[in-house]
C-alpha cells in the first residue's frame, strides 16, 4: 500500500520550546492530510485537516495558534507545537489519501513521540 | 459521520478465526467501511475495505450483510502477532471533500498461546 512517513519518530523536549513534526506522502501526492492525537489507552482524535496551498482547519478544541500546520508542497505537511507544555505530550499521527481506481484509501504514518518534560 | 459501534475486547488462541463484528447503523448510502489495524506506538495499519457482500484480500475477510448497518471482520488463524487494536471506520471515501475518517474506541483483540 501508499507509504506514509513521519519524522522523527519520538522527541523529548523542554516546556515552553517548540516542536516541529514532518509527514510526507512518498509514492504519491496529497493534497489533503489529516493530522491526530493519541493519548495512552484512548482512541485517536483528530486534531486538524491540512490543504496544500491553504490555511488548515482545526476541529473544535484545538488550538490553531499552539498547532500550526503548514502544508506547502503535494507530498509534505508540517505540525508544529508551539511553546509545547506536558499536557501536549502525546503520539501524533498524520495521515494521507490515495485515490485507487474506484476507492480512495486514507493510509497513515508511523506516528511520532511527543514528550514534554 | 456515521457511528459505529464495537466490542471493547475479544480473547483469541493461535491458530483459530476471529470474527469481530461492528454496528453501523446509521450507514449512509454512500460510505465505505474500513478497518484498521494498530500495534502499540504504531500509526493504524489499513486492512480491508468494503462496501458490500464480502471482500477478501491476503489478511482478511469483511463480510457486509445486504442492509449493511454491519460488517464483521475475520481474521483467519490468528498468530500471536494479531494482538492489536483493530478499528472499524464508515465513511464516504470517494467524497471530494476529502473528510477524514472518525475513529470509534476500537476493539483490543488478545491472542494467547
Known amino acids: 500500500g501508499a507509504v506514509v512517513s513521519q519524522h522523527p519518530s519520538w522527541v523529548i523536549c523542554k516546556s515552553g520550546t517548540s516542536v516541529k513534526i514532518e509527514c510526507r506522502s512518498l509514492?504519491?501526492?496529497?493534497?489533503?492530510m489529516f493530522w491526530y492525537r493519541q493519548f495512552p489507552k484512548q482512541s485517536l482524535m483528530l486534531m486538524a485537516t491540512?490543504?496544500?496551498?491553504?490555511?488548515?482547519?482545526?476541529e473544535q478544541g484545538v488550538e490553531k495558534d499552539k498547532f500550526l500546520i503548514n502544508h506547502a508542497s503535494l507530498t509534505l505537511s508540517t505540525l508544529t507545537v508551539t511553546s509545547a507544555h506536558p499536557e501536549d505530550s502525546s503520539f501524533y499521527i498524520c495521515?494521507?489519501?490515495?485515490?485507487?481506481?474506484?476507492?480512495?484509501?486514507?493510509?497513515f504514518g508511523p506516528g511520532t513521540r511527543l514528550t514534554v518534560l | 459521520l456515521a457511528k459505529t459501534t464495537q466490542p471493547i475486547s475479544m480473547d483469541s488462541y493461535e491458530g483459530q478465526e476471529v470474527n469481530i463484528t461492528c454496528s453501523h447503523n446509521?450507514?449512509?448510502?454512500?460510505?465505505?467501511i474500513t478497518w484498521y489495524q494498530q500495534f502499540p506506538s504504531q500509526g493504524p495499519r489499513f486492512i480491508i475495505q468494503?462496501?458490500?457482500t464480502k471482500v477478501t484480500n491476503e489478511v482478511a475477510s469483511l463480510f457486509i450483510p445486504a442492509d449493511r448497518k454491519s460488517s464483521t471482520l475475520s481474521l483467519p488463524r490468528v498468530s500471536l502477532s494479531d494482538t492489536a487494536v483493530y478499528y472499524c471506520?464508515?465513511?464516504?471515501?470517494?467524497?471530494?471533500?476529502?473528510?477524514?475518517?472518525?475513529f470509534g474506541s476500537g476493539t483490543r483483540l488478545q491472542v494467547q498461546p
Open positions: 468494503g462496501y458490500k
Open positions: 471506520l464508515v465513511g464516504d471515501i470517494v467524497d471530494t471533500g476529502r473528510r477524514a475518517l472518525t
Open positions: 495521515s494521507a489519501w490515495t485515490s485507487g481506481s474506484s476507492t480512495d484509501t486514507q493510509y
Open positions: 446509521n450507514i449512509a448510502t454512500n460510505d465505505y
Open positions: 491540512s490543504n496544500e496551498g491553504s490555511k488548515a482547519t482545526y
Open positions: 509514492d504519491f501526492q496529497a493534497t489533503t
